[in-house]
Each structure stands twice: as structure tokens, then as C-alpha cells.
T-cell receptor
Framework: NAGVMQNPRHLVRRRGQEARLRCSPM?????VYWYRQLPEEGLKFMVYLQKENIIDESGMPKERFSAEFPKEGPSILRIQQVVRGDSAAYFCASSPPSAGQETQYFGPGTRLLVL | AQSVTQPDIHITVSEGASLELRCNYSYGATPYLFWYVQSPGQGLQLLLK??????LVQGIKGFEAEFKRSQSSFNLRKPSVHWSDAAEYFCAVVLNPGGFKTIFGAGTRLFVKA
């Protein structure tokens, strides 16, 4: 009865490299959300995905960031050409396909450090 | 501006003492309200939530929260704090039924002294 799983838990990248963060939702959940937590701040919504669809990406930076949730496999948050300001904790959450999107179950997060 | 406010950046309480963490929101309608706890290096764990009904909500780990519409508040309480409660606590809201953007406060870090 695993919860939301994220990997890697820690990721170090140099400026200009790409970062790929993975999220496997809870079993039976088909809605995935990504949030970013900058140091000393609360979480900020980035994007909401269902299988093969981006539902809302209003919190995503316009450039370098993308997300997908393919039919098979985990959801991926991809950050191209990382900069120091991308250093943060990235959390994934999931919710079931039926009503109940308000209650989201969070993973342990990926802590990204850009050198 | 619409927001979730946690006025206390950090709080220190003695083990065994009572605890109250404050949360206020500024939205026109009553949102869905949540409290999460985040231990160092960990993800968020849901403590409790309020959607409607009884304004005093019981959660896990002995926590409770009271919704006060007149004050737009949803304060978290615990009668007797344990050292293991030391963590960061986030108040959060979702604005409408079926909404999915959870909006978080900045958090309150709780320190527990022996």
C-alpha cells in the first residue's frame, strides 16, 4: 500500500544541465500535481496533470519547465538548462479519479540543488 | 489580496505545554481548510481538514483545529506537545469544491524544549 513515490530524493546539477524528477502516484490515483517549495517558503502550485493530459499549468514558469504524465509510467517534471534559482524542493501529490481532488497525498519530495 | 497567513514564523513551547498555531485566510467564500506537518527532509503529512459541518475538527496525532468564520481563522491546537511534534506546520486552503490548487501559508516552525 505504497504512498506517492518520488525519485530521486536528492539531485545535484550544475548550471545549464537538465533535471528530471519522477513521481509515481498512489495506486489507483490518476491525478498528479507538482508543487515547488523555495527555501523558507510554503509550497506553490505548478501544474496539474491527468493521464496524457495537462489540465492546468498556470503555476509553471513559461520557459525551461515542462511536465508530462504518460499513459504508462511515472509523471516527469523536466527542467532544462537549470539555474541556481531552480534550487528548491519539488513535491508531487496525487488524488483519486473520482471526486476528491481537494485532498491530495504528498510524496517525500525531490530536493534539487543547482551548483 | 487573497492569501493564507500564518503570523508566527516560529514558535517554541515546552514539552507537555499546550500549543496553538494561528492561520487566517482572506477569501470571499469559505474555502476548504487543511493543516499539514512537514518533518525535516520529509514530505507533507495531512493532519486534518475542514470542509463543512462541525467547526471543531479532530485530526491525527492528537491535533485539533477550530474554524471560526467570523475571524476567517483555522487555528491548530494540541493540549500537550511531545518532542516528536517539532516540525514545520503549514495551513492550506482549496478555494472551491472540486478545486485542485492547494494554496499554502508560509509555515510555522515549531521547536519543543525539554
Amino acid at each position: 500500500n505504497a504512498g506517492v513515490m518520488q525519485n530521486p530524493r536528492h539531485l545535484v546539477r550544475r548550471r545549464g544541465q537538465e533535471a528530471r524528477l519522477r513521481c509515481s502516484p498512489m495506486k489507483g490515483h490518476s491525478h498528479v500535481y507538482w508543487y515547488r517549495q523555495l527555501p523558507e517558503e510554503g509550497l506553490k502550485f505548478m501544474v496539474y496533470l491527468q493521464k496524457e493530459n495537462i489540465i492546468d499549468e498556470s503555476g509553471m514558469p513559461k520557459e525551461r519547465f515542462s511536465a508530462e504524465f504518460p499513459k504508462e509510467g511515472p509523471s516527469i517534471l523536466r527542467i532544462q538548462q537549470v539555474v541556481r534559482g531552480d534550487s528548491a524542493a519539488y513535491f508531487c501529490a496525487s488524488s483519486p479519479p473520482s471526486a476528491g481532488q481537494e485532498t491530495q497525498y504528498f510524496g517525500p519530495g525531490t530536493r534539487l540543488l543547482v551548483l | 489580496a487573497q492569501s493564507v497567513t500564518q503570523p508566527d514564523i516560529h514558535i517554541t513551547v515546552s514539552e507537555g505545554a499546550s500549543l496553538e498555531l494561528r492561520c487566517n485566510y482572506s477569501y470571499g467564500a469559505t474555502p476548504y481548510l487543511f493543516w499539514y506537518v512537514q518533518s525535516p527532509g520529509q514530505g507533507l503529512q495531512l493532519l486534518l481538514k475542514y470542509f463543512s459541518g462541525d467547526t471543531l475538527v479532530q485530526g491525527i496525532k492528537g491535533f485539533e483545529a477550530e474554524f471560526k468564520r467570523s475571524q476567517s481563522s483555522f487555528n491548530l491546537r494540541k493540549p500537550s506537545v511531545h518532542w516528536s511534534d517539532a516540525a514545520e506546520y503549514f495551513c492550506a486552503v482549496v478555494l472551491n469544491p472540486g478545486g485542485f490548487k492547494t494554496i499554502f501559508g508560509a509555515g510555522t516552525r515549531l521547536f519543543v524544549k525539554a
